[in-house]
């Protein structure tokens, strides 16, 4: 997680070191900074030798901003994942509320007091992670963390916390707040899953199981809209997909695109479920290939053809292809390999060709985890 942490007067700037050092050592990204009148004060009241090196390290550690504050939270919303105010709950709002656009776009917002007595999730509490945040912050100045999110507060299961930590796209917002509200006005929501689980089913969810009655909305962790197991069903979508790959060289991305959209069509497979592409090494700087996977943030990795022709199993065979790269199948052997790096994965959809682009999809092992 990517933290920016701003503060305005010196006794924020105090606080805002210390979180800064914390949240460091504990693992995470993050920048700290103060309007720029404040900064010369913050140095001179270090009382260090301007030529020390602890001098210089409070010097880079202080950026000054020069630029509004409404225009410096602009910049933070598109570069980072969370934001820290250090002072009034109103300089906060007033400067991102140009910014606000939905839960799954707008990173986490935390304001906390200069003296440190309460540390408070403003936004993106669920997805982005605000109250997670909010709390750890309250637990390093030893303040008070204010969380206000409905499901929290009444102790209820909070779908979109359990959507983010196990790492799943969810298919219709608003649907999820019906499901929220539903369990909060002590209605039954039903639980559907392809996947096996980890730990006990929360409170308030209803396996879905055949000969049983079923609530009206439910959830259903899947990695196709295949099946519709509930008159309203959210779809919670993990990223375990390997897209085995192969091609001609140079085909362009759109094609590429194209024939990996109609594959995973014919298991209504949504993109979002991509884990990552694989293919052979020989195709590591493919163009098409490569701007497919910038384009959506997925990993490319490759393999030797030793590596895949080492990959057990029965698979459509080329001579060309064995020939080309010395290795009888690309696509279907690489998305195996791919999604076999945790445990034994398999292949759920097998070779699909078309326009020079050949296609295959692995399913990596995977369990839905239950706190």
Sequence with gaps: MKIAIISFSRA???LSEMIYWVLKERGYQVAS???SKYTKKVLDESQLEEDSKDFRNVKDFAKPVDE???EWTGRRFRDCDAIVFIGACGIAVRSIAPFVKSKKQDPAVVVVDEQGEFSISLLSGHIGGANELAQEVAEIVHGQAVVTTATDINKKFAVDIFAKKNGCYISDMDLAKE???ALLAGKEVGFASDFPWLGEIPE???LCEEGKEKPETGIYVTSSYMEHPFVHTLYLIPRVITTGMGCKKDTPKATVERVVRRACDELLIPSVAMEQVASIDLKKEEPGILEYCKERNLPFVTYSAKELE?????YAQSPFVQEVTGVDNVCERAALLGSSQEGKGRLIQRKYAQDGVTVALGMKKWSVEFE
Excluded: D, W
Excluded at 310 to 314: D, F, Q, S
């Design 12 to 14: 924020g700037y105090r």
């Design 33 to 35: 900074y103060t309007k």
């Design 68 to 70: 509004s504050i409404r």
């Design 179 to 181: 499901v929220s509200a």
């Design 204 to 206: 308030g969810l209803t």
């Design 310 to 314: 080492e990959v057990e199993g029965t």
